[in-house]
């Protein structure tokens, strides 16, 4: 079992979403694992937070949850307003 504490915020916050919506879904590894081409291990690696997919395969998992990318790591009712406040520059800030 991995360390949490060494494993990174953003695959923490990864792994929970994932898993939580494979779970809630009840959809078995196994079948997750072969509609989305991948190999259990590497689905079981993602929702442990051990491995972090490449972006083309955040949006492959975000196609296929309906989640979007954004919700990954911001859960919560506008999670993606979370993550568009980040990247807005503030008032009054030089570019």
């Known amino acids: 079992m991995t360390d949490s504490a ?3 915020t ?3 916050a990864l792994a929970r979403s994932l898993r939580r919506w494979r779970r809630g ?3 078995p ?6 509609e989305l081409g991948f190999s259990m291990a590497t689905i079981h690696a993602w929702e442990q937070g051990r491995r972090f997919p490449a972006g083309r395969h955040l ?3 975000s ?4 989640i ?6 911001y859960p919560g009712r506008n999670p993606c307003d979370c993550a568009a406040r980040l990247t807005r520059p503030r008032p009054g800030a030089r570019l």
Do not use: E, N, Q
């Open 6 to 8: 060494s494993i990174p």
């Open 10 to 12: 953003a695959h923490r």
């Open 25 to 27: 879904r009840g959809i």
């Open 29 to 34: 590894l196994k079948r997750m694992a072969a």
């Open 59 to 61: 949006d492959l998992l």
């Open 63 to 66: 196609a296929y949850t309906g």
């Open 68 to 73: 979007p990318v954004c919700a990954f790591f």
